[in-house]
Protein backbone atom coordinates (compact mmCIF):
# COMPACT_ATOMS: atom_id res chain seq x y z
CA UNK A 1 0.00 0.00 0.00
CA UNK A 2 1.03 3.28 -0.89
CA UNK A 3 2.24 5.70 1.66
CA UNK A 4 -0.67 8.23 2.81
CA UNK A 5 -0.27 11.82 3.28
CA UNK A 6 -2.39 13.88 5.62
CA UNK A 7 -2.72 17.17 4.60
CA UNK A 8 -4.02 20.05 6.74
CA UNK A 9 -6.07 22.45 5.31
CA UNK A 10 -6.62 25.97 6.23
CA UNK A 11 -9.85 27.70 5.60
CA UNK A 12 -11.06 31.09 7.16
CA UNK A 13 -14.27 32.18 8.77
CA UNK A 14 -14.99 35.94 8.05
CA UNK A 15 -17.97 38.49 8.45
CA UNK A 16 -18.72 41.31 10.70
CA UNK A 17 -19.22 40.41 14.55
CA UNK A 18 -22.25 38.52 15.54
CA UNK A 19 -22.95 36.81 12.54
CA UNK A 20 -22.42 33.58 13.78
CA UNK A 21 -18.41 32.21 12.65
CA UNK A 22 -18.03 30.56 16.29
CA UNK A 23 -21.07 29.43 16.28
CA UNK A 24 -20.90 27.63 13.10
CA UNK A 25 -17.58 26.25 13.63
CA UNK A 26 -18.98 25.23 16.92
CA UNK A 27 -21.58 23.37 15.04
CA UNK A 28 -19.57 21.45 12.73
CA UNK A 29 -17.30 20.79 14.73
CA UNK A 30 -18.72 19.57 17.97
CA UNK A 31 -22.48 19.67 17.21
CA UNK A 32 -23.28 21.91 19.60
CA UNK A 33 -24.91 25.31 19.54
CA UNK A 34 -24.72 27.94 22.61
CA UNK A 35 -26.96 31.13 22.16
CA UNK A 36 -24.77 32.56 23.86
CA UNK A 37 -21.54 32.32 21.83
CA UNK A 38 -19.56 35.49 21.48
CA UNK A 39 -18.14 36.01 17.71
CA UNK A 40 -15.21 37.66 18.51
CA UNK A 41 -13.45 37.04 15.92
CA UNK A 42 -14.66 39.84 13.62
CA UNK A 43 -14.38 42.61 16.70
CA UNK A 44 -11.89 45.59 15.78
CA UNK A 45 -9.19 44.47 18.50
CA UNK A 46 -8.46 41.71 16.76
CA UNK A 47 -7.34 43.23 13.79
CA UNK A 48 -3.37 43.81 14.19
CA UNK A 49 -3.59 39.27 13.43
CA UNK A 50 -5.11 39.99 10.39
CA UNK A 51 -1.90 39.69 7.58
CA UNK A 52 -0.72 36.16 9.24
CA UNK A 53 -4.60 35.36 9.56
CA UNK A 54 -4.71 34.71 6.08
CA UNK A 55 -1.67 33.89 4.93
CA UNK A 56 -1.56 30.29 3.36
CA UNK A 57 -5.28 29.75 2.96
CA UNK A 58 -7.04 27.22 0.84
CA UNK A 59 -10.59 28.59 1.47
CA UNK A 60 -12.87 31.18 2.84
CA UNK A 61 -15.80 30.88 4.51
CA UNK A 62 -17.68 34.89 4.38
CA UNK A 63 -20.92 34.89 6.69
CA UNK A 64 -23.62 37.30 6.73
CA UNK A 65 -26.31 37.24 9.11
CA UNK A 66 -29.89 36.57 7.01
CA UNK A 67 -31.42 39.15 9.56
CA UNK A 68 -28.99 42.22 9.01
CA UNK A 69 -29.02 43.44 5.96
CA UNK A 70 -25.56 45.90 6.95
CA UNK A 71 -23.75 42.58 7.28
CA UNK A 72 -24.70 41.37 4.31
CA UNK A 73 -23.38 45.22 2.70
CA UNK A 74 -20.00 44.96 4.39
CA UNK A 75 -19.42 41.77 2.44
CA UNK A 76 -17.35 43.68 0.11
CA UNK A 77 -15.44 45.22 2.67
CA UNK A 78 -14.16 41.66 3.77
CA UNK A 79 -13.82 40.39 0.11
CA UNK A 80 -11.08 43.54 -0.21
CA UNK A 81 -9.29 42.51 2.97
CA UNK A 82 -9.23 38.90 1.32
CA UNK A 83 -7.71 40.13 -1.54
CA UNK A 84 -5.17 42.07 0.21
CA UNK A 85 -4.13 39.47 2.50
CA UNK A 86 -4.47 36.05 0.86
CA UNK A 87 -1.51 34.75 -0.37
CA UNK A 88 -3.18 32.56 -3.00
CA UNK A 89 -4.82 33.48 -6.15
CA UNK A 90 -7.02 30.13 -6.38
CA UNK A 91 -8.51 30.51 -3.25
CA UNK A 92 -12.09 28.74 -2.98
CA UNK A 93 -14.51 30.69 -1.26
CA UNK A 94 -18.36 29.84 0.11
CA UNK A 95 -21.11 32.60 0.96
CA UNK A 96 -22.93 31.79 4.04
CA UNK A 97 -26.11 33.33 5.04
CA UNK A 98 -26.75 32.14 8.44
CA UNK A 99 -29.66 32.29 10.67
CA UNK A 100 -31.92 31.18 8.71
CA UNK A 101 -33.86 29.98 11.20
CA UNK A 102 -34.82 33.35 12.86
CA UNK A 103 -37.66 35.32 11.70
CA UNK A 104 -37.46 38.29 9.76
CA UNK A 105 -35.21 37.94 7.45
CA UNK A 106 -34.25 41.74 5.45
CA UNK A 107 -32.21 39.18 2.94
CA UNK A 108 -33.75 36.83 0.50
CA UNK A 109 -32.05 34.18 -1.06
CA UNK A 110 -31.72 35.59 -4.55
CA UNK A 111 -29.96 38.45 -3.12
CA UNK A 112 -27.06 35.77 -1.41
CA UNK A 113 -27.04 34.11 -5.12
CA UNK A 114 -26.33 37.19 -7.00
CA UNK A 115 -23.24 38.26 -4.86
CA UNK A 116 -22.12 34.87 -4.82
CA UNK A 117 -22.56 34.53 -8.99
CA UNK A 118 -20.81 37.73 -9.03
CA UNK A 119 -17.96 36.91 -7.14
CA UNK A 120 -17.61 33.22 -8.00
CA UNK A 121 -18.09 31.73 -4.86
CA UNK A 122 -20.14 28.95 -3.69
CA UNK A 123 -23.63 29.80 -1.98
CA UNK A 124 -25.37 28.27 1.10
CA UNK A 125 -27.73 29.42 3.74
CA UNK A 126 -27.83 27.69 7.06
CA UNK A 127 -28.42 27.86 10.83
CA UNK A 128 -26.07 26.71 12.97
CA UNK A 129 -28.65 26.43 15.70
CA UNK A 130 -31.01 23.91 13.79
CA UNK A 131 -27.84 22.65 11.53
CA UNK A 132 -29.06 23.11 8.49
CA UNK A 133 -26.74 23.52 5.90
CA UNK A 134 -23.55 23.55 8.21
CA UNK A 135 -22.04 20.35 7.46
CA UNK A 136 -22.89 21.18 4.05
CA UNK A 137 -20.94 24.61 3.63
CA UNK A 138 -17.69 22.72 4.97
CA UNK A 139 -18.06 20.02 3.08
CA UNK A 140 -18.43 21.75 0.04
CA UNK A 141 -15.57 24.04 0.50
CA UNK A 142 -13.59 21.35 1.14
CA UNK A 143 -14.45 19.13 -1.93
CA UNK A 144 -13.99 22.12 -3.91
CA UNK A 145 -10.34 22.48 -2.39
CA UNK A 146 -9.49 19.37 -3.24
CA UNK A 147 -10.60 19.78 -7.00
CA UNK A 148 -8.05 22.26 -6.91
CA UNK A 149 -5.16 20.20 -6.61
CA UNK A 150 -2.96 23.15 -6.78
CA UNK A 151 -4.46 24.07 -3.04
CA UNK A 152 -3.94 21.30 -0.95
CA UNK A 153 -0.16 19.95 -2.40
CA UNK A 154 2.09 20.07 0.08
CA UNK A 155 4.47 23.59 -0.46
CA UNK A 156 7.44 21.87 1.19
CA UNK A 157 6.80 19.22 -0.40
CA UNK A 158 5.45 19.26 -3.69
CA UNK A 159 3.62 16.31 -2.76
CA UNK A 160 -0.38 15.97 -2.97
CA UNK A 161 -2.80 13.87 -1.00
CA UNK A 162 -4.20 10.45 -2.57
CA UNK A 163 -7.40 10.27 -2.10
CA UNK A 164 -9.80 8.16 -3.58
CA UNK A 165 -13.32 8.88 -5.22
CA UNK A 166 -15.37 7.96 -2.00
CA UNK A 167 -12.92 10.11 0.61
CA UNK A 168 -13.46 13.30 -2.12
CA UNK A 169 -17.09 13.03 -1.44
CA UNK A 170 -19.99 13.31 -3.50
CA UNK A 171 -21.87 16.47 -3.21
CA UNK A 172 -24.22 14.53 -0.91
CA UNK A 173 -25.89 17.27 0.53
CA UNK A 174 -29.20 17.28 -0.58
CA UNK A 175 -29.16 20.90 -2.86
CA UNK A 176 -28.51 22.85 0.10
CA UNK A 177 -25.30 24.11 -1.80
CA UNK A 178 -25.20 26.16 -5.03
CA UNK A 179 -22.48 25.99 -7.03
CA UNK A 180 -22.23 28.94 -8.52
Avoid at 65 to 83: G, I, P
Wanted: contains cysteine; hydrophobic residues 35%.
Amino acid sequence: MEDDTLTTLKILIIGESGVGKSSLLLRFTDDTFDPEQADTAGQERFRTLTPSYYRGAQGVILVYDVTRRETFAKLDNWLNELETYCTRNDLVKMLVGNKIDKENHELDRTEGLKFARKHSMLFIEASAKTRDGVQCAFEELVEKIIQTPGLWQSESHGRGVQLSDEDAGGGGCGGYCSLV
